[in-house]
């Protein structure tokens, strides 16, 4: 009887670590985004969900997570992550970075959308190229006006 109850605590430790919300690897040149089913190639705007389940999305750009959120569940999302451009395949939280759309920096999917960590990043670059800074709720509601 002790060992079945050990069996049971081992049983559920496992299924509670196997549910880690953190982000997956994305592994360049292999992984398609699961928005438009492009390769993801680009090292520095790839973007990722992670659900309250640990399931990750990948995408091959934040337009195409942003688009995605359009036909998902968004109370299942844990993480939202966009690639830093400044550190290309660093993903950081996308509801605290700061975006900036540029004619001069091109992206995959054409949007010319790419994440910075601080607003002060972002600042620096955009002054160098130009094109207009957006929090994660003013990209959103920016990208579904389009």
Do not use: R
């Not at 605590?9 to 040149?29: D, E, H, N």
């Not at 359009?70 to 830093?84: C, P």
């Not at 700061?98 to 620096?124: D, Q, R, V, W």
């Amino acid at each position: 009887m002790k060992t079945l109850n050990h069996f049971k605590i081992l049983a559920l430790l496992f299924l509670g670590f196997g549910c880690t919300i953190k982000p997956q690897p994305i592994t360049y040149g292999s992984d398609s985004c699961h928005f438009c089913k492009m390769t993801i190639v680009d090292k520095t705007h790839a973007a990722q969900i992670v659900t309250k389940k640990g399931k990750a999305y990948k995408f091959d750009a934040t337009e195409c997570m942003v688009h995605f959120l359009n036909e998902f569940d968004t109370s299942e999302v844990a993480l939202y992550l966009s690639n830093n451009y400044l550190e290309p395949e660093t993903l950081i939280d996308a509801k605290n970075a700061t975006f900036l759309i540029s004619k001069n920096i091109p992206s995959p999917m054409g949007a010319y959308l790419s994440a910075f960590n601080t607003k002060e990043e972002a600042e620096i670059i955009q002054s160098e190229k130009g094109g207009e800074l957006f929090t994660w709720e003013e990209l959103c509601a920016h990208l579904k006006k389009e």
